[in-house]
């Protein structure tokens, strides 16, 4: 049975009439964050009321949103994405709904993928949104989320909606240039169409390009997902591994964002990190790769007492979303989901300097 998020607006209004028609089995959810005082009601009072028409089940969620980013120290946006996908994936556990279907579109797509470029990107971040994926909360990562409506233009759903004589409800935020995504829906974007009257259809075409590279990459460069097992003795190195110094001299391949050199370490010495730069026994790290964030990856910041999800030490360091894919990682080999250092924030306890430290590797990011 699906769940479909419903928010009052045009978008969701089409994408749930779409489920209707369908005939399937199906349920919806409504978010009242309580950012826009009694309209934010009125929306709500609106989507019970089309629930009631049809007799469909309608779970209602309120969110003290602004107490919730004020506590979290992130944006209002940011804060209700959270908020929103977290209660999504606890009714698809309570309820026993297979999938969450949300209503972004080919604009909202193009407009997502804009604020990647501008906040930098790696690879993840230029193939926009998929049509079929995963709820993007840690503990709901296995619950699928599918996006119906990625195919169809802002100007497609207004024609549905006309054509189904469908009604809505207007954010009259949406009008506004606070959010970053509004500045570019408003602003930049009827510029982009002078230029190119198609220019939505244009970008979520290259998106689709660039997944297909993206999926298409070789595994010897790609990362931890599709890195080549061990030979059968599980001496065999892996794909993308850093080359030992005594086969390159004087240090390590510089990546992107940071540098690697190794130095004997004769422990006379105190371990002083300086702003931008990290110290870790080389012998305990062995061999590494770089990677990117994935389900699954954990740290044990240095001198904390256990293991901790790489995703919850994102939130804790108030790290986007958005940008946790941009992050080049350094994990073992061992074991992929165990990431070693953060470049520019934390090392893995485990291979903290001590006594017994006969090598070091130091990190250093390159605008420090």
Not at 17 to 39: D, M, Q, S, T, Y
Not at 100 to 106: I, L, P, R
Not at 265 to 294: C, F, N, R, T
Request: aromatic share 8%; hydrophobic share 35%; net charge negative.
């Amino acid at each position: 049975m699906l769940l479909v998020a419903v928010s009052g607006g045009i978008d969701s209004m089409c994408l749930v009439e779409k489920v209707r028609l369908e005939g399937g089995p199906f349920a919806i959810a409504h978010c009242n964050f309580h950012l826009r005082g009694e309209e934010s009601d009125a929306d709500e009072a609106f989507v019970r009321e089309w629930a009631t028409k049809y007799g469909i089940e309608c779970h209602v969620r309120h969110f003290d949103t602004l107490k919730y980013a004020a506590s979290e120290k992130i944006s209002t946006e940011m804060a209700a994405r959270r908020l929103r996908y977290r209660w999504f994936g606890e009714l698809c556990k309570d309820h026993g709904y297979e999938a969450v279907a949300v209503a972004h579109n080919a604009n909202d797509n193009a407009e997502t993928l804009i604020l990647n470029l501008l906040r930098g990107t790696g690879l993840k971040g230029i193939v926009g949104m998929k049509k079929e994926g995963f709820i993007p909360d840690p503990d709901y990562a296995d619950i699928p989320l599918c996006r119906p409506l990625l195919d169809m233009t802002r100007e497609d759903i207004e024609s549905f909606a006309e054509e189904h004589g469908l009604r809505w409800r207007e954010d009259h935020t949406n009008a506004e240039n606070e959010y970053k995504r509004n500045k570019i829906r408003n602003l930049v974007f009827p510029v982009f169409k002078e230029i190119n009257p198609s220019f939505i259809q244009t970008l979520n075409s290259d998106m689709k390009r660039f997944a297909e590279f993206v999926e298409g990459y070789p595994p010897e460069t790609f990362g931890p997902s599709v890195l080549v097992p061990p030979t059968a003795s599980g001496s065999g190195p892996l794909p993308f591994m850093k080359p030992r110094a005594a086969t390159v001299p004087g240090g390590y391949p510089s990546t992107n964002s940071y540098t690697v050199q190794e130095e004997e370490w004769d422990g006379s010495s105190p371990v002083i990190q300086p702003k931008g730069m990290l110290i870790m026994d080389a012998d305990k790290a062995g061999e590494y790769y770089e990677g990117h964030w994935e389900q699954g990856d954990w740290i044990r910041p240095l001198g904390s007492p256990g293991k901790k999800k790489l995703q919850d030490w994102f939130t804790d360091h108030h790290i986007p979303v958005e940008d946790k894919h941009a992050i080049l990682l350094i994990k073992s080999a061992k074991d992929p989901h165990h990431v070693l250092a953060v470049p520019g924030h934390c090392i893995d306890h485990s291979v903290r300097v001590t006594a017994s430290t006969k090598r070091i590797l130091r990190i250093s990011t390159k605008n420090d």
